[in-house]
């Protein structure tokens, strides 16, 4: 199980596809890819063409992406208050919560918004 940073998604789904590859190798070695609805969010409001979002919708359905619950927001209120400088990565640690809650990596193209948050460890394919 893989949590699905908005990095990815741009970056497999979009322009040169250069993630496209990793996303093929993680699934056929069995993750299951998981987007948090903040990524969705993050996602949808950019420019989309309405192929990316088809290829979105077929890899990720909008219909399944993870709630961010009282659970998620228990975690990411951890993270917060531990990280060294939280404000304006609201959204990261939202999305690094959901990996705490399910014991999942992140897989982002930003490891920097990421790797000092205690306890999320990251998908490096």
Do not use: C, K
């Amino acid at each position: 199980m893989i949590i699905v940073d908005t990095s990815v998604l741009v970056d497999s789904l979009t322009g040169p596809r250069r993630s496209a590859a990793g996303w093929r190798e993680a699934v056929e070695a069995g993750e299951r890819m998981l987007m948090p609805a903040l990524v969705l969010y993050e996602w949808l409001r950019g420019p989309r063409l309405p192929e990316e979002l088809a290829a979105q919708d077929a890899l990720l359905p909008a219909a399944a992406a993870l709630p961010f619950g009282p659970v998620e927001a228990a975690a990411a209120t951890e993270l917060y208050r531990s990280a060294s400088e939280p404000r304006g990565r609201e959204v990261d640690i939202a999305i690094a919560a959901h990996a705490i809650v399910r014991d999942a990596p992140v897989w982002t193209l930003n490891v920097a918004d990421f790797e000092d948050l205690a306890g999320v460890a990251l998908h490096r394919p």
